[in-house]
């Protein structure tokens, strides 16, 4: 599970290091392959970081609101009909 | 939403590319064909995707391995000259050609943002490509699409149904280009698609729940494509610059 492990164990950042290492030793000043690289990590940051944001929200405001019909009922001062003072 | 079924999420490498692997069982398509791609990398993302999954597997969150298997499956069966026509018909109602006269802030607002990356690709492309208040939106010139058509020719299918998927996104074929050449960010061009959502939230406030949810879900298909395309379309060998050791 991804959870027991630590992030720098994963395929993915170990993927990225070396990566960013195999480019490192360049005489070119402005390599294009390094320029690359570097907005390749950027959009799997925004990625990772927007799917984690998103999935946050979707919790928050869309996993909640399952509600019981009782507490549906409560809410706007009802009874079903099985609970007590509730109308048959 | 189903339960995480596997231990250990691995990659390997057969004979029509990298396969994705839960515990002992091969990943596969939603039409039941062996999950395969042509990218190193691109499998070791879509693995990431499967050993991020906690107690049960939200498939809304995992966009590459979506992008995966319509590329695999092809659901809507299309070929590569259809997905190109499909792709360039967008730059007729393309969002970046689309102004509005009224209100004049945001009026300002879409010419100082838009004009300049419409500027960019017409002079990156060489074509003309324009703005429009009408109604029926800007007359793109037959050689401007003729332009792009071509472009898009030169990749492959895989790569291109990441396009097509970033354009319908963004609903924009002019952002979608300044993203696939590496001229903006996906955070700038999400905002430049939203640009009048953002205005109205600058105006009237923001409401967390409808308005950051778009913006986050945009953002990670977006990126999600983006990267897609990238990966599909790049060699997977590194050259090295200096000799070997």
Redesign the interface.
């Known amino acids: 599970?991804?959870?027991g492990r630590h992030y720098r164990d994963?395929?993915?950042y170990r993927?990225v290091l070396a990566?960013f290492r195999?480019?490192r030793?360049?005489?070119?000043k402005l390599?294009r392959?390094q320029?690359?690289l570097h907005?390749?990590a950027?959009?799997?940051l925004?990625?990772l970081r927007?799917?984690r944001?998103?999935?946050a929200?979707?919790r928050?405001?869309?996993g909640k609101g399952e509600r019981s019909p009782e507490e549906v009922a409560g809410l706007v001062g009802f009874r079903l009909p099985q609970q007590p003072g509730g109308k048959g | 939403e189903r339960k995480?079924f596997y231990?250990n999420?691995s990659?390997s490498q057969g004979e029509g590319g990298f396969e994705i692997n839960l515990d002992h069982r091969k990943l596969k398509t939603p039409q039941a064909k062996l999950f395969t791609v042509p990218s190193?990398?691109l499998a070791?993302?879509v693995?990431?995707e499967w050993?991020?999954q906690?107690d049960t597997i939200?498939f809304?969150?995992m966009?590459?391995t979506t992008l995966c298997n319509t590329a695999l499956d092809n659901p809507t069966q299309r070929n590569k000259t259809q997905l190109i026509r499909a792709a360039v018909k967008f730059l007729e109602t393309d969002t970046l050609c689309y102004r509005v006269e009224e209100p004049p802030a945001l009026a300002e607002l879409q010419k100082n943002e838009w004009d300049p990356v419409v500027a960019w690709a017409e002079e990156r492309y060489n074509v003309t490509i324009g703005s429009s208040t009408s109604i029926l939106g800007p007359n793109i010139p037959a050689s401007t699409k003729e332009t792009f058509i071509s472009h898009l020719a030169s990749y492959n299918m895989w790569a291109l149904q990441g396009i097509e998927f970033v354009i319908t996104q963004l609903k924009s074929l002019i952002l979608s280009m300044g993203l696939i050449d590496?001229h903006i960010?996906?955070?700038k061009a999400v905002l430049l698609s939203r640009l009048e959502e953002e205005y109205q939230i600058r105006r009237w406030g923001n409401v967390?729940?409808a308005h950051?949810?778009d913006l986050?879900?945009l953002?990670?298909r977006t990126?999600?494509g983006?990267?897609f395309v990238?990966?599909c379309s790049?060699s997977s060998t590194?050259?090295?610059?200096?000799l070997q050791d």
């Open positions: 599970h991804a959870a994963s395929p993915a993927h990566a195999a480019h030793v360049t005489s070119e390599c392959a320029q690359e907005f390749q950027a959009t799997y925004c990625l927007s799917v944001e998103h999935e929200l979707h928050e405001y869309h | 995480r231990q999420v990659i190193e990398a070791i993302a693995a990431t050993d991020s906690k939200k809304y969150t966009h590459l590496r960010t996906v955070e967390e729940w950051d949810y986050c879900e953002r990670a990126a999600a983006t990267l990238h990966l790049e590194v050259k090295h610059k200096l």
